[in-house]
């Protein structure tokens, strides 16, 4: 895949930098997944999804680091595309979440597609200035419970 690179000047702003980098990012992903129908954030969550088998949402969103209300809201698409099935026993409070078998396949075929992204990005960025941005990624992320 083709991705026009644009020459950018960097803020002063550590926040501002960071978000329009996340963006980029974002954007690359999606453009590599399109071909699924997917966002990014809709494969995260089917990731998690399949990655933790029957799931329930409190567990999910501390997994994936949503607050519960945005982590519903953003379930319910893949929910209508059949993507994800509520599993939890009838009467109960706390949802049960899983991959249905359409889901299953929609996610395996996305999964090629993220991989070509992560390769682009490695060859992209270089391995050496991925594995440093990661790690500096998760200090930021420490600053917050």
């Given amino acids: 895949m083709d991705i026009k690179v644009y020459d950018k000047k960097s803020s002063k702003c550590n926040c501002l930098n960071l978000r329009r980098a996340s963006h980029a990012i974002t954007e690359v992903y999606d453009e590599f997944l399109a071909p699924s129908g997917l966002k990014i954030g809709q494969f995260s969550l089917l990731k998690h999804i399949d990655a933790l088998g029957p799931v329930s949402v409190s567990n999910l969103a501390i997994s994936i680091r949503l607050d519960r209300t945005t982590l519903v809201r953003n379930l319910k698409p893949l929910e209508e595309r059949g993507y994800i099935d509520d599993i939890a026993i009838e009467g109960t409070r706390n949802r049960q979440l899983k991959l249905t078998d359409k889901g299953k396949e929609v ?19 270089g391995k050496d200035n991925l594995d440093a941005f990661t790690k500096l990624l998760s200090k930021i992320e420490a600053l917050v419970p």
């Fill in 107 to 125: 996610y395996k075929s996305a999964e090629v597609l993220w991989n070509k992204a992560q390769s682009y990005l490695d060859d992209y960025l």
